[in-house]
């Protein structure tokens, strides 16, 4: 019944798409390729890297190009080196806003070895190479372009547009997403959000499907404090500190936690059997059942821990601090694990079940310092993943697989709030992040004709979303 539904609002989606662009001028694609490309380019020829994070020079650059077009802008920070651009297209107010979110930073890079300079935006076999170039200058100029183009049509809108080029998203969100939620959410309030954290997976230059981001899970930090007696490395101790904490972490590292599934992750593995071969389709159903779930999740252990990771709250001890003698057995051994809650985790109770797996009252556990995320997700059911399954029907002809992501992004603020946020993002080769062509690699690269693909896509989208019809 859910899946008919779900149907039938995709087909009101494409019949809605269909009246609206047949209202609208058709862009003039070749020049906006052009320009594209130009906003592109130089926006990634700004070393916005974070650590040590001034995003200045990108956003006045954005500014300049809007304002240049006669849309209003606002630079709000509280680090005046590093501002979020906010820019408004007035709507009828008929419906509530939709907002196109963005960062402007990018993480650090290690010059010596990229074979481009990693901030010259060079253009080479069809592709343009540059720290930023996947994560996230590709849906800023993207929302950029929308934005100019909504612009000089004059685009009747039901909702406002707002574009939101934010700072900070790179582990300093105090300059960008947290500042705006608490200090100025009324201005980014919406309906509905685009913004990163999706993605259209290609092979072999094929495009296979496209996952959009509708829950992501939440980044804690869990500490492993063992203690025991001090002594001489020439007498070995059952107190040893540091073999407490490495039976203490390869507990952890051995426990199966809990499987746990929710709307995002029970679509994403439906939807992926459809178009997967036989032997694939049957584990990816299997997670469904409960009674056979544990025998997916072996050989995702094994072969696809991404997806055992989407099956669960997940533990990966990454840390490791002991020790400052060869010959002293120290009285102190610590641990950092990177823990990736469910979004409906109850955290304390979990806290507690890793003391159980644990299972040593030498060793302390509890949360350390992160910069975390608050819960939240977005339904399935709405208007704006209605309309974005109609455009990647359009624009690549492949099936829509809401994801859960195992990373962390800033729409978790703005789910928290109410939002409705989908993680959008052009397409990729597969083989790109294992080739070191990926975000935060080393020779981080898009190709050409699918950022112009991506950019298209985005138009659509917006114009079913929030034009008037």
């Avoid at 906006?32 to 001034?54: A, K, M, N, V």
């Avoid at 049509?153 to 934010?166: K, M, P, S, T, Y």
């Avoid at 051994?333 to 979004?343: E, K, T």
């Avoid at 690699?441 to 989208?461: A, M």
Wanted: aromatic letters at 8%.
């Amino acid at each position: 019944m859910i899946m008919t539904r779900r149907i039938a609002f995709f087909g009101l989606s494409l019949l809605l798409v269909s009246a609206a662009n047949a209202q609208l001028s058709e862009p003039d694609w070749a020049a906006i390729e052009t320009e594209t490309l130009e906003h592109f380019r130089t926006l990634l020829q700004f070393d916005t890297s974070d650590p040590p994070g001034r995003e200045l020079p990108a956003a006045e650059y954005l500014r300049d190009v809007l304002e240049a077009e006669g849309i209003p802008v606002e630079m709000l920070y509280n680090n005046p080196e590093r501002p979020n651009v906010l820019a408004r297209l007035q709507g009828n107010g008929s419906k509530e806003p939709l907002l196109m979110m963005a960062h402007t930073d990018v993480v650090n890079v290690d010059p010596e070895k990229w074979i481009f300079p990693p901030f010259s935006a060079t253009v080479d076999g069809g592709y343009v190479y540059g720290r930023g170039a996947v994560d996230d200058k590709d849906n800023l100029a993207a929302a950029l372009m929308v934005m100019l183009e909504l612009k000089r049509q004059n685009v009747e809108l039901d909702r406002d547009v707002i574009f939101l080029a934010e700072s900070g998203e790179e582990g300093a969100v105090e300059f960008g997403i947290d500042f705006m939620v608490n200090e100025h959410f009324d201005k980014i309030a919406a309906e509905f959000c685009l913004a990163e954290g999706g993605s259209v997976a290609r092979v072999n230059r094929e495009v296979q499907y496209a996952g959009v981001q509708t829950v992501e899970k939440i980044p804690y930090r869990v500490e492993l404090v063992a203690t025991g007696v001090a002594g001489h490395g020439s007498v070995p101790l059952q107190t040893n500190s540091v073999v407490r904490l490495a039976r203490a972490v390869a507990n952890i590292a051995e426990w199966r936690t809990p499987i746990r599934l929710n709307e995002t992750t029970a679509a994403y593995f439906e939807r992926l059997a459809s178009i997967s071969p036989s032997d694939a389709a049957e584990r990816y159903l299997n997670v469904l059942d409960p009674g056979r779930a544990s025998e997916s999740d072996e050989y995702f252990l094994a072969n696809e821990p991404r997806h055992a990771s989407m099956l669960r709250s997940s533990l990966s001890p990454n840390i490791f601090d002991a020790g400052y003698r060869i010959n002293v057995i120290p009285s102190e051994a610590r641990a950092s694990v990177d823990f990736r809650a469910l979004p409906d985790e109850n955290i304390p109770d979990f806290l507690n079940q890793i003391r159980s797996v644990v299972n040593d009252d030498a060793v302390e556990v509890s949360l350390g310092n992160r910069n975390t995320r608050p819960p939240g997700q977005a339904s399935l059911n709405t208007e704006a993943f209605a309309a974005i399954e109609a455009g990647v029907n359009k624009h690549y002809g492949v099936i829509t697989l809401p994801t859960m992501s195992t990373g962390a992004t800033d729409m978790a603020y703005l789910r928290n709030r109410g939002i409705q946020c989908y993680g959008i993002g052009p397409a990729i080769d597969r083989e790109d992040a294992a080739l070191g062509f990926g975000a935060h690699s080393d020779q981080e690269r898009i190709l050409i004709n699918e950022l112009h693909r991506f950019v298209r896509f985005n138009w659509d989208i917006v114009i079913d979303i929030a034009a008037s019809e």
